[in-house]
Antibody, heavy 122, light 106 residues
Framework: EVQLVESGGTLVQPGGSLTLSCAAS????????MNWVRQAPGEGPEWVAN????????HYVDSAKGRFTISRDNAENSLYLQMNRLKAEDTALYYC???????????????WGQGTLVTVSS | IQMTQSPSTLSASVGDRITITCRAS??????LAWYQQKAGKAPKLLIY???SLESGVPSRFSGRGSGTEFTLAISSLQPDDFATYYC?????????FGQGTKLETK
C-alpha cells in the first residue's frame, strides 16, 4: 500500500524558515517524480514544486522560486521542502504527492499524504 | 493557465445525474485531471487525461472534453459523492487547479 506521511509543519514567524519532510513507503520511491502541493484554508489546491527521480530536475511555482527548495533522499525514501523567507500567504496545508509516471513527469498526482499544516504569523 | 469551474456550488439529490464544467484559459489538449476532496481529507484522483478513469473509481464517474472545455459527470449520485471537485491542468507548469465545485445535498 502506497503511503506518504508528511511532517514538520508548525507555527513560524514571517521571514522565518522551515523544512517539511515526507516519508514514503509501499512503492519504489526512486522510480517516481514527486510533488509538493499546498492548500490554503478554504481554497483550492496549489501545486508548489516537483522533482524528478534522481533530483537533477526541479520546477517551482513562481511564488516559491528563490525561497523554496525541493529535494529528496532516495536511500531514505524521503522528500523534503525547505522554505525560507516565509510570508503570511504561505500559510496552508502542505501535501506530498506522487506523480504516476516512471519516466518524465505527467504533471498530475495519484497518491497524496494527509498533509502538514504551516502557519505563518507573528 | 487559468482554470475556471462552474458552478461553484451544485445542489443535487441521490440518484441525480450531474455535470461540472471546467474551462482552461488556453488550450491544454487533453491534459486534465479531476479530483474529489472530502472535508479534512486529501484530494483523490478520479480522472486523468480528461477521460481516463483511475483504477478503483466507480464507473458512474466520467470525463469528457479537449482543448479548453471539459466536463465531469456523475451518472447516478450516491451519498458518498457529496464532496468538492477540482480540475487540474497539466499541460504546462505550473500545474493549476480550478477553484472547486462543492456538490451538496438538495
Amino acid at each position: 500500500e502506497v503511503q506518504l506521511v508528511e511532517s514538520g509543519g508548525t507555527l513560524v514567524q514571517p521571514g522565518g524558515s522551515l523544512t517539511l519532510s515526507c516519508a514514503a513507503s509501499g512503492f519504489t520511491f526512486g522510480d517516481y517524480w514527486m510533488n509538493w502541493v499546498r492548500q490554503a484554508p478554504g481554497e483550492g489546491p496549489e501545486w508548489v514544486a516537483n522533482i524528478n527521480q534522481d533530483g537533477t530536475e526541479r520546477h517551482y511555482v513562481d511564488s516559491a522560486k528563490g525561497r523554496f527548495t525541493i529535494s529528496r533522499d532516495n536511500a531514505e525514501n524521503s522528500l523534503y521542502l525547505q522554505m525560507n523567507r516565509l510570508k503570511a500567504e504561505d500559510t496552508a496545508l502542505y501535501y506530498c504527492a506522487r506523480d504516476p509516471s516512471r519516466g518524465y513527469s505527467y504533471g498530475y498526482e495519484d497518491y497524496w499524504g494527509q498533509g502538514t499544516l504551516v502557519t505563518v504569523s507573528s | 493557465i487559468q482554470m475556471t469551474q462552474s458552478p461553484s456550488t451544485l445542489s443535487a439529490s441521490v440518484g441525480d445525474r450531474i455535470t461540472i464544467t471546467c474551462r482552461a484559459s488556453q488550450t491544454i489538449s487533453g491534459w486534465l485531471a479531476w479530483y474529489q476532496q472530502k472535508a479534512g481529507k486529501a484530494p483523490k484522483l478520479l480522472i486523468y487525461e480528461a477521460s481516463s478513469l483511475e483504477s478503483g473509481v466507480p464507473s458512474r464517474f466520467s470525463g469528457r472534453g479537449s482543448g479548453t472545455e471539459f466536463t465531469l459527470a456523475i451518472s447516478s449520485l450516491q451519498p458518498d459523492d457529496f464532496a468538492t471537485y477540482y480540475c487540474q491542468q497539466y499541460k504546462n507548469s505550473p500545474y493549476t487547479f480550478g477553484q472547486g465545485t462543492k456538490l451538496e445535498t438538495k
